[in-house]
């Protein structure tokens, strides 16, 4: 058996080195580009937090404003004497400084998205391609429920769910310590003092949320398997439902899966949103209560203006950065029972030679030999096929009678080569069917299975299935 969800669960801690083991060298790169511009993003947020201090200590008191440095160096610059004239310049300087960065910030935005898109495409074609390279034996193994919700369920949120979210953290990570740092420099007391208030609330928050976070996750990716089961079962035995009046039965059952996996999805949207108002409100709490006290010292509510200026710009920008910080990590630990089976799924071994370009086909010139052909399904699964010895000369006709259950389909996939015989062989010509000679004798297979499929689209196209439409000679079709 190859079961595709594993309950038992790897931390994050392994699975993370092992989904940027499984990114190309190009994202790689792209991925560490992106965090660099955000680093800069960061950077440049800062600067224009800083500058806000001269800027408001001019509109306050012109005259003073010449003992700022960097005003009084600005000033020699542009010739300029009398301060007043350097409202105009430091304004526009203030807001072309805050217009670039959040230019840059959008820009680092789209590109972290761009980012994360690109990589889910790479990741879902690797998975499918994967996927379709296991052999018959695995996918009898697995339902194809857990498969389809495998990649379009547990892998699609790879991109979203977890790359992205790991870009947001580290960016708001530095542009924490960015905005602390300009905070230090106006008030160290009041910068640290905010940073354990705000920093050690959400901390709080996160160790309290974690196992919860962590588990309806789990839950989800359970469910989403479960969902795409009952859909194809109702919908593949739609027969059978419309004959025996089932339809309630059906549609109970995906509700039974399908309203625990909403209330998991909705506890987590709140995990993730509910600190934010919490703490805009401890934030205005702060910042009235500093405003009081710097009001009373020396000089009042006007001399304490540009340190509350910086205050209140600061906490505008830290709590927003603390909140994505949060969200993003909630994000990820309650995407970690779909990042398991994404790396499970992306971790599925390729046969050598997958890549190389397909052998022509060669059928049978003399005859086709089955000795001694034992098979059974696994091992403590009894044998379907025993000791069957069959010689099929080419050009003849071969019909095999059974009753239900009596193997005749088995006989045909091990002639197929789709299963390989645990006893005796198979040979072609006195060639037995090995690996190599397999794909050749495949080629030259054509196969009417007992249960036939229709893809959803023309005639010819079904009839060539799997073939591009320019390579259907509509001759022969018709
Ligand atoms: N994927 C599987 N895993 C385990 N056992 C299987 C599997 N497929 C078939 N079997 C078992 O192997 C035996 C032979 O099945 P097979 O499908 O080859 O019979 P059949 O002769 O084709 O039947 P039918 O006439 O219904 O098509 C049956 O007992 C069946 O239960
Ligand atoms: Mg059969």
Redesign the pocket.
Known sequence: MHPVIDTGGRPLSELLPRLWAHLSRRRRRQFVAVVLAAVVSAGMEMASLGSVLPFIAVLVDPDMALDHAIVARLAGVLGIESTRDLVIPLTVGFVGLAVVAAGFRLAVLWLGIRFAVATGADLNAEVYLRTLHQPYPVH??RSSSEVISGIVDKVEVVGGGVLYPIQCIITSVVMIMAILITLMLVNPLVAVGTMIGFGGAYAVISVVSRHRLRRHGTLIAEKQTLVLSNLQEGLGGIRDVLLDGTQPVFTESYRQVDRPLRRAVGDIQFIVTAPRFVMEAVGMIVIAVLALVLSRQVGGVAGALPVLGALALGGQRILPALQMAFASWSMIVSKRAHLDEAIRLLEQPLPEGYDEEAPTARGVDDVVRFRDVSFR??QD?PW?LEGINLDIPAGSSLGVV??????????LDVFMGLLTPQEGSVSIDGEVLTDRRCRSWQRAVAHVP?HIFLADTTIANNIAFGFGEELIDVDRVV
Do not use: D
């Open positions: 009898m193994s399904y696994a699964e379907v059974g009753g239900t259950g009596s193997g005749k389909s088995t006989l007992q």
